[in-house]
């Protein structure tokens, strides 16, 4: 394990040798997963602004160049650091269920759970979206420049000329089966999926974007902006209503703590399962001593495999909305649970299916509370992380998402934006943590991270990719702790995705040697992500790194799969 300063030197060397790779700057930093939303959020940086007129610049030009990952239809959760007051919280932006929702809403009338596919194109799956009271909610509390100035870069984006890049065709080519009649129409315009190299301008979506600049962020929730979403919903057979909309606020948080060696970690709390999840496997690979592994070797692969599975077992069975049940949340990091789980974890035998553990063994105040120990992957793949850093040292770092890719696939007829399926990661039985209910917030896997070192803050980072995320944000933070490795290998180093019913994912990049050991041990790898063309990846990890040691200076890095940025400023 490296300490700081060992850290730091790693970074500096790099830099030195690779000018071209990632960025740094002393006055601010913004890193996205697409590089002109990168840009905007730089914009604010140059123009004065801090790190939450950033946040909101990039989520809202988001909506523009990444509208079939997030945008004015999603949810979010976003953390926050104030320097000036040395406080962290979270803004719970997340979707939440409308007032009519019940336990049963997607069981048949043969009694049958409705298939996973159809659910994730079912208005029913429609949920309130929460994302733009959560900017709402930012820019009354922390941002420091007008809406007008914040907002410009997305009308910008919108009224003119966008040129598609890979991501949208990508995924207009593999998802547009997911798209309804209206956003056939803007993603497929007379019937020709758009590629790359087209171009696309978003009129309606600018005209959105202009009310909103006009008439503040709860014009999505009351006036016409939220008329159109009501009846869109309606039309289709969904469960949203007006006042739905209008009942919709953020919850604002303490940070899910956590430690891992000399560092203190900041999550987001339940309903997203991710900080938990992220929290539990550091805390069993520091009970593991897993960097006494070569960082290639078939070991550090197979132990970093079953810890995933055991968390992804526990953020299944134990976390769902915490105004619903109570959760055994710390019963989940208690060190004796901890080292009970890591007792299960053994090098020389092969990889096995495994269930939930029982944490409220280890929780004050044990009770009955509902669970379940049946593993549903069920989570969206597709959402997007970004994040910002000012020459202040104030944090804010989000991951939002309208759900699966292109959401329900239903456009706001005129107003050119999809509204999401977030209800789907609800899981649809009756009867356990996270079944679906009135009001209630579905359980997610996002998870926005800020580490600190004696409590200054050192490094942040995040990631889409609905149950994936947990795997990416835990595994590059063991790259960039316990390898010491630089900030941009750690963020491209192959990583692996195993599930307690063992799914297993993994990118090209993995030695042979070891996939023939880990193949031997009863690994079955059937889906291999490909890292240097930079189709896809697990994850697309954003992330800076803040050298607290030399005057703020900042590393930034975006990962490979999406035409991302990050972008400093001197």
């Avoid at 290998?489 to 599930?499: D, F, N, S, V």
Wanted: glycine share 8%; with cysteine; net charge negative.
């Amino acid at each position: 394990m490296a300490n700081l300063e060992e850290i730091f030197q790693v970074q500096k060397q790099y830099r030195i040798d690779n000018e071209d790779k990632g960025d740094t700057g002393y006055n601010g930093m913004v890193a996205s997963a697409i590089k002109e939303a990168s840009e905007a959020g730089n914009k604010m940086l140059d123009e004065g602004g801090n790190a939450f007129d950033a946040l909101i610049a990039v989520q809202l030009a988001l909506a523009v160049v990444e509208g079939m990952n997030t945008g004015i239809g999603a949810g979010g959760f976003i953390l926050c650091y104030d320097n000036e007051n040395k406080k962290t919280k979270v803004v719970t932006a997340h979707s939440r269920a409308p007032s009519g929702l019940t336990p049963d809403c997607f069981v048949e009338d043969d009694g049958e759970v409705m298939p996973f596919d159809e659910r994730t194109e079912s208005p029913v799956s429609i949920g309130v979206p929460g994302i733009m009271k959560g900017l709402e909610y930012l820019h009354k509390n922390y941002a420091t420049l007008p809406l007008e100035q914040l907002i410009d870069p997305a009308i910008h984006l919108a009224k003119n000329e966008f040129r598609v890049n890979s991501l949208w065709d990508r995924t207009i080519q593999l998802f547009k089966h997911r798209l309804k009649e209206t956003a056939r129409q803007k993603f497929t315009p007379n019937g020709k999926p758009l590629r790359e190299g087209d171009t696309i301008t978003q009129l309606e979506l600018a005209k959105t974007l202009e009310i909103i600049r006009d008439q503040g962020f709860k014009a999505v929730y009351e006036g016409e902006i939220a008329d159109a979403i009501i009846d869109t919903v309606q039309e289709h057979g969904g469960m949203l209503t007006h006042q739905d909309l209008l009942n919709y606020h953020v919850k604002i948080d303490e940070p899910l703590w956590s430690t891992y060696r000399d560092f203190k970690l900041a999550f987001p709390y339940p309903p997203s399962g991710g900080g938990v999840a992220v929290a539990q496997q550091l805390k069993i690979f520091e009970e593991l001593d897993i960097s006494q592994y070569e960082p290639h070797s078939w070991e550090k692969y197979h132990l970093m495999a079953q810890t995933l599975q055991l968390a992804l077992a526990d953020r299944e069975a134990h976390i769902g909305d915490p105004n619903f049940h109570r959760l055994p949340s710390d019963g989940l990091l208690h060190p004796d649970y901890i080292k009970k789980r890591a007792n299960q974890i053994d090098l020389n035998k092969d990889v096995s299916k495994v269930e939930a553990g029982d944490p409220w063994e280890y929780q004050e105040g044990k009770d009955g509370s509902i669970q379940t120990n049946t593993y549903v992957d069920n989570e969206g793949y597709e959402t997007t992380h970004f994040t910002a850093v000012d020459q202040w040292g104030n944090i804010a770092s989000c991951t939002s998402s309208i759900e699966r890719i292109f959401g329900s696939g239903i456009m706001v007829p005129h107003y050119g934006f999809l509204l999401n399926n977030d209800l789907t990661d609800f899981n649809p039985e009756p009867g356990n943590v996270n079944e679906p209910n009135s009001n209630k917030y579905p359980a997610s896997s996002k998870c926005p991270t800020i580490m600190f070192h004696d409590d200054k803050p050192f490094f942040t980072l995040g990631s889409p990719g609905g149950p994936t995320i947990v795997a990416s944000v835990a595994q590059t933070i063991l790259n960039v702790i316990d390898y010491n490795m630089p900030l941009e290998k750690a963020i491209k180093e192959p990583r692996l995705y195993t599930t307690p019913d063992l799914e297993t994912q993994w990118e090209d990049g993995i030695n042979e040697k070891a996939l023939q050991k880990l193949r031997s041990l009863g690994y079955e790898f059937t889906h291999s992500f490909r890292v240097v063309s930079a189709d896809t990846r697990l994850g697309d990890v954003q992330a800076i790194m803040i050298d607290q040691t030399n005057g703020h200076f900042l590393y930034g890095v975006a990962d490979s799969p999406r035409p991302g940025d990050a972008e400093g400023l001197e």
